[in-house]
């Protein structure tokens, strides 16, 4: 272990966590700078335990990256497609869903120390994990929903309003007792 630190996402606020060196998400690209115009493709497939409030990284899945490093002046350019599975809790109801996703990604590494560069070059390996995570991140929604129609919950504890069968007829149905009885309108028989 490094004895540096790296910002991470965990349970929905930014924390520190130390960064491994032999993490699946560094990658050697001393070949790519020593050859500028070169590139090569890079596949990583690893977990990751990525989360925000309501969104977290599927349990027992992986990131499955494959990228196309380009050595360029600067630096390092990677892109292409990233695939993982999400679990997403509707910001409603609460209801779990997991689905895959499948986004393009497209950033540079630098090598030089400008202040505006998000992600650089580290000695002769870049780690990849940090512009996954922004990016996956990113493409998860703010307040996840099950979907258009889902009508949260009720004020009674673990009431769903989206289950039918806990429905009743009418919450004013027990107004109807306390009506005095109204009286009849049939014609009065003489």
């Not at 989360?51 to 990256?65: C, G, K, N, Y």
């Not at 989206?162 to 009885?181: G, K, V, Y």
Request: with cysteine; glycine share 6%.
């Amino acid at each position: 272990m490094r004895s540096d630190t790296e910002i991470g996402c965990y349970g929905g606020a930014l924390t520190s966590a130390p960064v491994a060196d032999d993490t699946p998400f560094r990658v050697p690209v001393s070949d790519l700078l020593r050859r500028p115009g070169s590139s090569r493709v890079v596949v990583v497939d690893a977990p990751a335990g990525f989360r925000v409030q309501l969104s977290r990284m599927a349990p027992d899945s992986t990131i499955r990256a494959e990228l196309e490093l380009s050595s360029m002046s600067g630096g390092i350019f990677a892109r292409g497609p990233v695939t993982y599975r999400v679990v997403h809790s509707c910001s409603r109801c609460l209801t779990e869903r997991t689905e895959t996703n499948t986004i393009r990604v497209a950033q540079l590494f630098a090598d030089d120390d400008a202040d505006d560069i998000d992600y650089r070059i580290e000695g002769e390996e870049i780690d990849l994990e940090p512009m996954l995570r922004d990016e996956i991140i990113l493409d998860w929604p703010i307040s996840p929903s099950c979907g258009d129609a889902c009508e949260g919950l009720g004020s009674e504890a673990e009431s769903d309003l989206n289950d039918t069968s806990l429905r009743e007829e009418s919450p004013f149905a027990a107004l109807r007792d306390l009506l005095p009885e109204a009286p009849s309108t049939d014609p009065v028989e003489d």
